[in-house]
Structure formats: structure tokens, C-alpha cells
């Protein structure tokens, strides 16, 4: 893991885009996982980026989601849509779908996720952390950090939340992670500088992963240990 001191995410988005079309130019079929907060503004530059062509062997999955109607206001993919993020020629597989229950969208999405990760030559995960430590919809001390299987599902006092499971980011190729904010210093000290369980800092799973770039404004770069 390499941790990646710069003054805005610039340069992750910069970096991403061109890892992204790099893939996709040899002809790979490329799965891409993205992330809601302020990953939205970069996912959707990193798509404007990308030349139409060069999509149509991409599959975009979310790495969570808030579950609800589709279309509520707090759902990552409405954000997303409304941010200007256009799928162009690429498939975009929303988390939601109308009258699916919680179990039957964790379900439906464990099934597509399952399929799009076999299909896909490389994945690439774009992914942020919390200031809590957490990634995708995985938080500390939650169901999602013991959950089997490709997709958990949990009741929050926020949200109700559909992720992606460890078990199943554990076949990502590559992870790109932003981290921007003086509250979030703590916490990526603690990544950078110590071994903690998962369940009190999920990032951690981040150096179980081949290859991984975190960008941030707190830290200075430098390459850790896996895990």
C-alpha cells in the first residue's frame, strides 16, 4: 500500500482514469467499483474522461448502497445520476430494484456481483474511508465485518445498508482510495502505523489487497507492510 500526500484529489482522479483506460485499450473486460460521498464528483470526472468507445467492455458495480425506493434521496446511485455520472457504453447494475425486499436485494445483488466478478479480467476499486475507519458499507464492529458470502445486508441507526463483503473485495486487482480531511488524520495514522482487528478498523483489509494507492492530504507517501 502506498500512501499518497497531495493537496486535492487531483491526482488520484487523474491516476484512476488512466488505469481505467489503460485496461480497457487492451481489450479487457473491466470491472469497476465505485463508492458514494465524495467519490461521486470523481467518479463521474473519471467517466467524462473516458472516450465512449473505450466502454463497452466496462461493468460498473456500487461497493454499497442505502437501501429505500429506488431513486430516495440518500440512495448512492441517485447521487450519482444526479451528479451528471453517464454510463455511456459501459453497464452500470444498480443495487435497487422496485418491490425487492432487504434479503431479496442483498440476494439479487450477491447473484450479479458473483457474475460480474468471475466475468471481469481485472477489477478496479475506487473506494473512500470514513473517519471511523470503515469502507464501502462495511463499519466498524457491524454485522458486514464477520458476513460470508458477496453481499451483507444490516440495519444501521442511520441507514440500512447493502455492501459488499470483505469476502468478496478480496478479488479486487487494484484499489484506488481517497482520503481527504483533517478528521480522517487519526485514522489513516492508525492504517499507515498499526495492525488493529478488522472490526475495529475495517480499512485494514486495505493491506490485504495486491495493490493499493491511497491519496490524501495528511500523510506523507510512503509504502506499508501488508498485512
Known amino acids: 500500500m502506498r500512501f499518497i500526500k497531495t493537496t486535492s484529489p487531483t491526482q488520484g482522479t487523474k491516476e484512476l482514469e488512466k488505469r481505467l483506460a489503460s485496461e480497457l485499450k487492451q481489450g479487457k473486460h473491466v470491472l469497476w467499483l465505485i463508492s458514494g460521498g465524495s467519490n461521486i464528483a470523481i467518479s463521474t470526472a473519471v467517466m467524462q474522461a473516458l472516450p465512449v468507445d473505450d466502454t463497452k467492455n466496462l461493468a460498473i458495480f456500487l461497493t454499497d448502497e442505502r437501501y429505500g425506493a429506488v431513486g430516495h434521496l440518500d440512495s448512492n446511485a441517485k447521487q450519482l445520476l444526479d451528479a451528471g455520472f453517464q454510463t455511456k457504453e459501459a453497464v452500470f447494475v444498480p443495487t435497487l430494484a422496485p418491490g425487492f425486499s432487504l434479503e431479496e436485494t442483498r440476494e439479487r445483488y450477491a447473484q450479479a456481483s458473483q457474475r460480474a466478478f468471475e466475468h471481469a479480467d481485472v477489477i478496479i476499486a475506487q473506494i473512500g474511508i470514513g473517519p471511523d475507519g470503515h469502507i464501502a458499507g462495511i463499519l466498524p464492529h457491524s454485522p458486514a465485518v464477520d458476513a460470508n458470502g458477496w453481499v451483507a445486508a444490516y440495519k444501521t441507526p442511520t441507514y440500512t445498508r447493502v455492501t459488499l463483503t470483505f469476502d468478496a473485495l478480496r478479488h479486487v486487482s487494484v484499489a484506488y482510495v481517497m482520503a481527504f480531511g483533517d478528521e480522517k488524520k487519526p485514522t489513516l495514522t492508525q492504517l499507515r502505523d498499526k495492525i488493529l482487528p478488522l472490526a475495529e478498523q475495517p480499512a485494514q483489509f486495505l493491506k490485504e489487497l ?18
Open 210 to 227: 495486491p495493490e493499493v494507492y491511497l491519496y490524501n492530504n495528511q500523510l506523507n507517501d510512503q509504502k506499508t507492510e501488508k498485512k
